[in-house]
């Protein structure tokens, strides 16, 4: 049997010659996955690096290493992934949470007082992730989250049952369209942004849902779409954050203006580039 440090090093040297890693990254994934199979913490590899490791557990490691040489996200494999400091679980019908959206939640969080008893929407849920953690983040808010997908919407509610969530309500709706006259204090969303022919559809996205990814020819018309819609479902003064792409912060300054919003803004990602644009609306 291999030990914990052998298996370690030779899943980390498998992943660095077949995807084409650097060594941290590929580092970084192996003990993902030991620590996924082995239900051990980082802390726990290192020390317990010279015990050795079942057979089963060798066998179960092997499988995921291989399959994730062969192109399948890693988040997919082990059906879950870290967002804002908590696991969610994620299926290969959902888009995988990626930490450049916690941009979107510190942004929100940044209008939310924790003693405000808000109505928020989280528009295009996919896993919960942004309305599950504003949710718990903010607990004395109401949070809707919805979703055309009846497969975003059933792992929603996987979410929901493992963070024991009780401030929201998980509905399926193709954006507000089964929302009635609702209106919120917040809105949020991440929604498709991608052009049907970004080059990045085939450098690492191949395995997610296209229309998690793809708005159509321009990228934009799912942002525009929510532009113009969410002012029927905006409390007085309330505010919409979008999270989009690397080259999309002055469209979406020009919509929001066009459509009588005010305080625009940009927040920034991890790596410096504009990823959110959120402001205010007033329809007094």
């Not at 002055?250 to 009588?260: R, S, V």
Request: hydrophobic fraction near 35%.
């Amino acid at each position: 049997m291999a030990t914990i440090r052998d298996t370690l090093k030779n899943t980390q040297n498998k992943l660095y010659l077949s995807i084409g890693y650097s060594s941290d990254e590929a580092k970084l994934e192996a003990r993902f996955i030991l620590e996924y199979v082995l239900k051990i913490t980082q802390k726990e590899i290192i020390q317990k690096s010279d015990e050795d490791i079942h057979k089963d557990n060798q066998t179960q490691i092997k499988y995921i290493t291989e399959k994730r040489m062969g192109g399948t996200p890693l988040p997919y494999l082990l059906g879950e992934w870290a967002f804002y400091g908590r696991a969610f679980k994620v299926n290969p019908h959902v888009l995988i949470p990626r930490a450049d959206t916690e941009t979107l939640i510190e942004t929100a969080l940044s209008k939310i007082n924790a003693g405000d008893h808000f109505d928020i929407l989280d528009l295009g849920c996919g896993t919960g992730i942004i309305g599950i953690t504003i949710a718990l983040e903010r607990s004395l808010s109401k949070v809707t989250l919805v979703d055309q997908s009846e497969d975003a919407i059933q792992n929603t509610k996987e979410n929901q049952m493992l963070h024991q969530v009780s401030n929201i309500m998980i509905q399926k709706s193709d954006w507000f369209s089964a929302l009635d006259q609702t209106r919120f204090d917040v809105i949020l969303s991440n929604p498709p942004y991608l052009e049907d022919k970004d080059p990045h559809l085939s450098q690492g996205l191949e395995n997610e849902p296209l229309d998690a990814l793809v708005s159509g020819p321009t990228g934009i018309e799912a942002i525009q779409y929510i532009i113009e819609n969410a002012k029927n479902h905006i409390k007085p003064l309330g505010w919409l954050f979008i999270e989009h792409g690397y080259n999309q912060a002055k469209i979406l300054q020009d919509l929001f203006e066009k459509n009588g919003y005010q305080y625009i803004e940009n927040a920034k990602d991890i790596h410096g580039v504009d990823r959110v644009t959120f402001a205010q609306y007033s329809i007094v």
